[in-house]
């Protein structure tokens, strides 16, 4: 199931901070970024499409979901803007189109660690995915004790004026590395509370980040045990 977040383009979330974050007015400029989040949009919904089917297909062949859910997002003009000028580019389409990659993404949420990487293969084995980046952080979690397996892949969107390749980013990631990371996330950007209490329970999390990865191997191997789940590529 494919959960969207609704942020396309959301100029009323913008208000009075328009102008700082757009620059002045510039009604082609305005179009051609418009026209990039309509194309990462398609390719978000191309590639969701692509998984569901795959989890559609193990579902009836192995009786086993490697997908607990799927969200979708466009990143937000405010965050696309920052982010191309802290590369010191010129909010311009042409710099979004050469310089980021994240303008649409899917968070693939698994049931399993194994599913992370089975999801991995079988997508970016379909003929018309391109894989552009990969890091993985669930081998080799960041200092703080994330863990998420990131993609950005290109895949073909069919318009009528022909065919364009889009970037998506997809991160994969278990429901437990879900959890931990909107926790990590909302005390990262919590502007209320001390710096020793970030501290503080930065270093509680990082702890809990290894306390999970234990536990959902070892519900993993439950699970494998109980349903001899087995798949052959």
Do not use: C
């Amino acid at each position: 199931m494919i959960l969207e977040r609704k942020n396309f383009m959301n100029f009323n979330k913008l208000g009075t901070n328009m102008k700082e974050t757009l620059g002045e007015p510039n009604v082609k400029n305005l179009q051609e970024m418009t026209k990039i989040y309509q194309l990462g949009q398609a390719g978000a919904n191309e590639i969701g499409t692509k998984l569901e089917n795959l989890d559609s297909e193990f579902q009836t062949e192995y009786d086993h979901n490697p997908i607990h859910h799927i969200e979708e997002r466009m990143k937000e003009l405010q965050s696309l803007a920052k982010k191309v000028r802290r590369k010191g580019l010129a909010l311009t389409a042409e710099n979004i189109q050469q310089h980021i990659f994240d303008v649409a993404g899917l968070r693939v949420v698994t049931n399993y660690v194994d599913d992370i990487y089975l999801i991995e293969k079988l997508l970016i084995n379909q003929s018309d995915v391109t894989l552009i980046k990969r890091k993985d952080y669930v081998q080799n979690p960041k200092p703080s004790g994330y863990r998420s397996l990131h993609l950005v892949v290109s895949v073909p969107v069919f318009q009528s004026h022909g065919v364009t390749d889009v970037n998506v980013e997809i991160q994969i990631r278990t429901i437990g590395m879900d959890m931990w990371a909107s926790l990590e996330h909302k005390l990262r950007y919590k502007t209320d509370i001390e710096a020793s209490e970030v501290a503080q329970y930065g270093d509680q999390l990082h702890g809990y980040a290894d306390e999970l990865a234990e536990i959902e191997q070892k519900m993993q191997e439950i699970y494998k045990h109980l349903n001899n789940f087995k798949y052959k590529a």
